[in-house]
């Protein structure tokens, strides 16, 4: 059964940088595309940053230049730096990831099967 763990996340003042990860447990023997979504509070959730299997990134527009994706050689585990942070970015991060041939690392939900419980992200002006 795959599962996707996630650390980091916590408070920070606005400018500063936070870093999450997250790692596929289970069935890791297989390369994985992963991306990062958020849900701010009465909004809906939205992508963040993806990354496919060839490591070709995508990024909303909303932090592009302020976070950046990365995956491991394995393709297992995904990291999202982030700074300049805003408190427009507070939100519970979810991590997403999925072993489909055809998975791009895009920002589209409906890509990703796997899902992490999701870490807060708070951003204090």
């Known amino acids: 059964q795959v599962e996707l763990v996630e650390s980091g996340g916590g408070s920070v003042q606005a400018g500063g940088s936070l870093r999450l990860s997250c790692a596929v447990s289970g069935y890791t023997i297989v390369p994985y595309c992963m991306a990062w979504f958020r849900q701010a509070p009465g909004k809906v959730r939205e992508g963040v940053a993806g990354?496919?299997?060839?490591?070709?990134?995508a990024y909303t527009d909303a932090v592009k230049g302020r976070f950046t994706i990365a995956q491991d050689n394995a393709k297992i585990t995904v990291t999202l730096e982030m700074n300049s942070l805003k408190p427009d970015d507070t939100a519970i991060y979810y991590c997403?990831?999925?072993?489909?041939?055809?998975?791009?690392?895009?920002?589209?939900?409906?890509?990703?099967?796997?899902w992490g419980q999701g870490t807060q992200v708070t951003v204090s002006s």
């Open positions: 997403a990831a999925d072993r489909a041939i055809w998975c791009s690392g895009g920002l589209v939900e409906n890509d990703y099967t796997y």
């Open positions: 990354i496919s299997k060839e490591g070709i990134k």
